[in-house]
């Protein structure tokens, strides 16, 4: 379906009538086990792992959005990351952004390691840095961009370039943005990871993950890593994500015209520090995001004077939510070093440049007004 523009795909791709009744909306199959049609033969389906139709609806779906050859869907975006390192061997060396979800570094530093992979972080904004941290051994580079909480960009063609010349692949967290807004793949990259949980889904319920592959060889790797490993998405959770997708475009739209206008608030107000938005000019990767990135999204990050004027800021909240997560219809605000990036260590928060002041918004569809005027006095409350 790549010929159709992007909100023809978000409703259709994956989306067909079912043969069978001639349902609009895919049928979930909750069934564990299939009947075979022979020794050896099937309809295409054995056993739910290996492959379930719901969730073959919502691959089918994703690979389309992110213009790859295949998508995988997981039971979480930690699983996916799971998914994407699960080949590498003994010996191997990852490279990752240095400001990244600190699950996803607590994954890397506690439990990847242990499998004698080499783990290294480095500014990714920075090109001379990344092609200097390249080894001999190096097989992946993993980029999240914008970073979360900090919104870092990393130029993913220029990258990409480096590490091809070096013989490694690039896979991209596009959680952030979506492929509405980025696509990874068509600008060089090898994979795209997302947490379904957020945007794609849209509406916190359901936690999901997905990898996006780029070439056969690729895929053949994740078919066999959901069936060995066995964290696949339930078909209810498959089911949740097809329905966020169809309305992905038009939310995807108002989440960043509400960002837009937050951040343009924030930006003047003398209570607000560093903040972090890279749809506004004075970004340092302002030129880059209008370069990579087909808008600016709806996160944000912004610095209060310390832990406790981020308390009071929270509490006074009375439509933003006191939440984690992100890319729901309704807005969060959150303190990083307490949520986000609890999971590290002190040392490693300041290693990121995450301090005690750092609150983190997810924007969501609500009125731009009614969600200014919140923020306009909760920060009178600080």
Known sequence: MAQYKYPTLAVHAGQHPDPLTGAVNVPVYLSSTFELTGVGTDRGWDYSRAGNPTRDRLETALAALEGGVSGHAFTSGMAAIRGLVAMLRCGDHLLCSADVYAGTVRFFDEIVVRSGIE???????????????IKPNTKLIHLETPSNPLMVLADIGAIAKIAHA???EVSV?????????????ALGADIVMH???KYLN??????????????QEQKERFILVQKAEGAVMSPFECFL??????????????HEENGRAVAEFLSTHPKVRKLAYPGLKCHPQYELACR???????MMSFELKSRDECARFLKALKIFLNAES??????????????????VSEEVRRRMGINDGRIRLSIGIEDKEDLIADLDQALAAV
Do not use: C, M, W
């Not at 783990?119 to 941290?133: F, G, H, N, P, R």
């Not at 994500?241 to 108002?254: A, C, D, F, N, S």
């Not at 990579?292 to 709806?298: D, I, L, N, P, T």
């Not at 219809?329 to 990036?341: C, D, K, R, W």
């Open 241 to 254: 994500v097809l329905r966020g997708i169809k309305t992905l475009p038009l939310r995807v739209q108002k």
């Open 326 to 343: 992100l890319g729901g219809v309704e807005s969060l605000a959150s303190h990083s070093a307490t949520t986000t990036h609890g999971s």
């Open 173 to 185: 967290d596009n959680t952030f943005l979506s492929p509405v807004l980025q696509s990874p793949i």
């Open 202 to 215: 849209g509406h916190s319920d359901g936690l999901g993950g997905a990898l996006i592959t780029s070439t």
């Open 292 to 298: 990579q990135q087909k808008g600016f999204g709806s």
């Open 166 to 168: 070096h013989g490694a």
């Open 195 to 197: 947490s379904t949980t």
């Open 119 to 133: 783990i290294e972080y480095v500014d990714t904004s920075d090109l001379a840095a990344v092609e200097a941290a």
